[in-house]
């Protein structure tokens, strides 16, 4: 969603708030802006549309060695020039880029328009530039903290005043602010994706926290102006992971990246001699864990898809009641939050804004929350007690493959450990260990047969909707299908259970429209493949994801054959092909596969 960047030091800023900005366009945008300060003044440059508009109106005197840039994506208003970032006060002095959401925007908008104030825009975000402004405060630091004292919601901020043109600062709750720090130049970035290829010294600001950047360097403080000394930490991400390099899409390298990053999840992880998986990371001890009852998963979208299949294998292996929950539900039931539970917030950001509330609700009422999270660092990795990172390396692509895998595997490497405090024995802890090694050259199986998958997709491009089924195991998968072939095809697609096609679905099937069946060799094979015989039936058209063992007589389908691993891992290879089909239906119907319309790559606001 929307992204910020900022930068001081000795350079021209102009060009590199462009180069960030392009940087971050993979989280969805629709409008842009940048600021930049030469000699105590303020000049600005917006677009109501893409960063390379904003690029080629760059005028030729637009020097300037300190400035702010944004990414808007449309909340209140549209996607104008007047509403896109930076917002300025009527004077012009402050300039402001903000991410987030200010809830009490309304209320301060009629106060300012009845102190005479006009507004330019429709968004929540001016409203900080006037109240900057306004402020009697001797300090830019303490104007922008009297600003904030009025505000109710989300921001990650970075402001300009020409009063003080060394300096920029910047102020975060819920929405995530990076300092790379420099050789005599600071840069300021909500990704990191932003800054890595200048630095990989950073800062990531905390909940609560603010800070003034300056050329020769930064300082942080509170709410109450007292000083928090940080450290910069090295990100191990090299500027390169971000790349492009020679593919066509971000999705097609990071599905393909598959192999390499499943085996990076799993690194050191695997402990033969008992069994089991290591992961030191959930802070749990042997009695912490015995005393767990239940397992509670939290995401959002795939991320939800993902803890449905997590949720099956830690009850099938730990034999835990478990399940998954969207968490944009969760945390506006009031639910009910059991100190015997562990809760689970699965996400590839780390900062959805529904799952880090429903850790934050969890927390506040005194559960206790891991995260399988991507983003090292990310707001979500830092509110849960523990977690186990997924090292999939960055993921641009706004529909989610390689992280998803991780996340797959992840909660297999979860459902180990806790099976293994309880009955699962060390021969079946082996057997899952075995089944796990296993995965990485599976998945290069697969890949290997993309030209059959995409042929396969071409035929589903022209269709207006498609059902994919499956069931218990194969239907989360079945939902993480649809799910991928909707977000880039956009194309209706919706997932049943086979077992409920006959209680109402059924009614739908003809012969123009498809469906995509997961039926892996389990002890439900017979009764998968005896749907799929009510389907062919009726002359709907099928493509099914299946083993090779499985005999499907004489039905006519499609056929994608998936190497067989153990029966409770087989869903993490059987959700692969399902990227295929959704990346070559796509590319059939010559979408933008990367952005997708009306998606972000982190969804930032609830
Ligand atoms: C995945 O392809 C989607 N783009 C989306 O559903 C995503 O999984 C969801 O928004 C959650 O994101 P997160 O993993 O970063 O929390």
């Given at each position: 969603?929307?992204?910020?960047?900022?930068?001081?030091?000795?350079?021209?800023?102009?060009?590199?708030?462009?180069?960030?900005?392009?940087?971050?366009?993979?989280?969805?945008?629709?409008?842009?802006?940048?600021?930049?300060?030469?000699?105590?003044?303020?000049?600005?440059l917006?677009?109501?549309?893409?960063?390379?508009?904003l690029?080629?109106?760059?005028?030729?005197?637009?020097?300037?060695?300190?400035?702010?840039?944004?990414?808007?994506?449309a909340?209140?208003?549209?996607?104008?020039?007047?509403?896109?970032?930076?917002?300025?006060?009527?004077?012009g002095?402050?300039?402001?880029?903000?991410?987030?959401?200010?809830?009490?925007?309304?209320?301060?908008?009629?106060?300012?328009?009845?102190?005479?104030?006009?507004?330019?825009?429709?968004?929540?975000t001016?409203?900080?530039a006037?109240?900057v402004?306004?402020?009697?405060?001797?300090?830019?630091?303490?104007?922008?903290?009297?600003?904030?004292?009025?505000?109710?919601?989300?921001?990650?901020?970075?402001?300009?005043?020409?009063?003080?043109?060394?300096?920029?600062?910047?102020a975060?709750?819920?929405?995530?602010?990076?300092?790379?720090?420099?050789?005599?130049?600071?840069?300021?970035?909500?990704?990191?994706?932003?800054?890595?290829?200048?630095?990989?010294?950073?800062?990531?600001?905390e909940?609560?926290?603010?800070?003034?950047?300056t050329?020769?360097?930064?300082?942080?403080?509170?709410?109450?102006?007292?000083?928090?000394?940080?450290?910069?930490?090295?990100?191990?991400?090299?500027?390169?992971?971000?790349?492009?390099?020679?593919?066509?899409?971000?999705?097609?390298?990071?599905?393909?990246e598959?192999?390499?990053?499943?085996?990076?999840?799993?690194?050191?992880?695997?402990?033969?001699?008992?069994?089991?998986?290591?992961?030191?990371?959930?802070?749990?001890?042997?009695?912490?864990?015995?005393?767990?009852?239940?397992?509670?998963?939290?995401?959002?979208?795939?991320a939800?898809?993902?803890?449905?299949?997590?949720?099956?294998?830690?009850?099938?292996?730990?034999?835990?009641?478990?399940?998954?929950e969207?968490?944009?539900?969760?945390?506006?039931?009031?639910?009910i939050?059991?100190?015997?539970?562990?809760?689970?917030?699965?996400?590839?950001?780390?900062?959805?804004a529904?799952?880090l509330?429903?850790?934050?609700?969890?927390?506040?009422?005194?559960?206790?929350?891991?995260?399988?999270?991507?983003?090292?660092?990310s707001?979500?990795?830092?509110?849960?007690?523990?977690?186990?990172?997924?090292?999939?390396?960055?993921?641009?692509?706004?529909?989610?493959?390689?992280?998803?895998?991780?996340?797959?595997?992840?909660?297999?490497?979860l459902?180990?450990?806790?099976?293994r405090?309880?009955?699962?024995?060390?021969?079946?802890?082996?057997?899952?260990?075995?089944?796990?090694?296993?995965v990485?050259?599976?998945?290069?199986?697969?890949?290997?047969?993309?030209?059959?998958?995409?042929?396969?997709?071409?035929?589903?491009s022209?269709?207006?909707?498609?059902?994919?089924?499956?069931?218990?195991?194969?239907?989360?998968?079945?939902?993480?299908?649809?799910?991928?072939?909707?977000?880039?095809?956009?194309?209706?697609?919706?997932?049943?259970?086979?077992?409920?096609?006959?209680h109402?679905?059924?009614?739908?099937?003809?012969?123009?429209?498809?469906?995509?069946?997961?039926?892996?060799?389990?002890?439900?094979?017979?009764?998968?493949?005896?749907?799929?015989?009510?389907?062919?039936a009726?002359?709907?058209?099928?493509?099914?994801?299946?083993?090779?063992?499985?005999?499907?007589?004489?039905?006519?389908?499609?056929?994608?054959?998936?190497?067989?691993?153990?029966?409770?891992?087989?869903?993490?290879?059987?959700?692969?092909?399902?990227?295929?089909?959704?990346?070559?239906?796509?590319?059939?119907?010559?979408?933008?596969?990367?952005?997708?319309?009306?998606?972000?790559?982190?969804?930032?606001?609830?």
């Amino acid at each position: 969603m929307c992204g910020i960047v900022a930068y001081v030091g000795k350079q021209d800023a102009a060009p590199l708030l462009l180069d960030g900005l392009a940087q971050l366009e993979y989280r969805g945008y629709d409008s842009a802006g940048i600021a930049v300060l030469n000699a105590g003044h303020a000049k600005v440059l917006r677009t109501g549309g893409r960063v390379r508009e904003l690029r080629a109106a760059l005028p030729k005197r637009f020097a300037g060695s300190i400035g702010i840039g944004h990414t808007r994506w449309a909340t209140h208003g549209p996607a104008t020039e007047a509403n896109a970032h930076p917002h300025r006060s009527s004077d012009g002095r402050i300039s402001v880029v903000h991410n987030g959401i200010i809830d009490n925007a309304g209320s301060l908008r009629a106060e300012l328009a009845a102190a005479g104030v006009t507004l330019t825009s429709d968004t929540d975000t001016e409203v900080l530039a006037h109240l900057v402004a306004r402020s009697t405060a001797e300090t830019l630091e303490d104007a922008v903290l009297d600003a904030v004292s009025r505000i109710e919601g989300t921001y990650g901020l970075a402001v300009l005043d020409e009063r003080h043109p060394d300096r920029i600062v910047l102020a975060r709750s819920g929405s995530p602010l990076i300092i790379g720090v420099g050789n005599r130049e600071t840069h300021v970035a909500s990704d990191l994706s932003a800054i890595v290829r200048h630095t990989t010294s950073v800062v990531h600001l905390e909940d609560g926290e603010f800070a003034t950047v300056t050329a020769s360097g930064f300082t942080t403080f509170t709410r109450d102006r007292v000083n928090t000394s940080r450290t910069p930490t090295e990100v191990a991400e090299a500027a390169g992971n971000f790349e492009l390099g020679a593919h066509q899409h971000y999705m097609r390298k990071e599905f393909l990246e598959q192999p390499a990053s499943a085996q990076s999840v799993l690194r050191g992880r695997l402990e033969d001699r008992f069994g089991t998986a290591r992961l030191d990371g959930l802070n749990l001890d042997a009695r912490a864990n015995r005393a767990i009852r239940r397992v509670k998963v939290i995401g959002c979208g795939s991320a939800y898809y993902v803890g449905q299949l997590g949720a099956q294998m830690i009850e099938e292996l730990a034999r835990i009641p478990a399940d998954a929950e969207p968490a944009s539900e969760f945390r506006y039931r009031n639910p009910i939050i059991d100190s015997t539970t562990l809760y689970v917030a699965v996400s590839q950001s780390g900062e959805t804004a529904d799952t880090l509330f429903a850790v934050e609700e969890i927390k506040r009422k005194g559960g206790q929350v891991v995260g399988l999270v991507n983003v090292v660092g990310s707001s979500i990795a830092r509110a849960c007690d523990g977690g186990v990172y997924l090292h999939a390396g960055p993921e641009i692509a706004v529909a989610s493959t390689k992280a998803l895998t991780n996340m797959a595997l992840g909660f297999a490497l979860l459902a180990l450990n806790l099976g293994r405090v309880r009955d699962l024995s060390i021969a079946e802890g082996r057997r899952l260990i075995e089944g796990l090694r296993a995965v990485p050259e599976q998945i290069e199986q697969i890949l290997r047969t993309e030209d059959e998958i995409a042929s396969v997709a071409k035929g589903l491009s022209g269709a207006s909707s498609l059902f994919f089924i499956g069931r218990v195991r194969g239907y989360p998968v079945a939902r993480e299908g649809a799910q991928k072939f909707k977000e880039i095809s956009y194309c209706h697609a919706e997932a049943y259970q086979s077992s409920e096609l006959k209680h109402g679905p059924l009614a739908l099937i003809g012969e123009s429209l498809p469906t995509v069946a997961v039926v892996p060799q389990d002890e439900l094979v017979q009764r998968n493949v005896g749907a799929l015989h009510e389907i062919a039936a009726r002359n709907g058209p099928l493509v099914v994801v299946t083993h090779p063992g499985v005999d499907l007589g004489e039905l006519r389908a499609s056929r994608i054959d998936v190497p067989k691993n153990e029966i409770e891992l087989d869903p993490i290879l059987l959700t692969v092909p399902m990227q295929l089909l959704a990346y070559h239906a796509a590319l059939a119907l010559g979408h933008d596969i990367d952005k997708p319309r009306n998606l972000a790559k982190s969804v930032t606001v609830e």
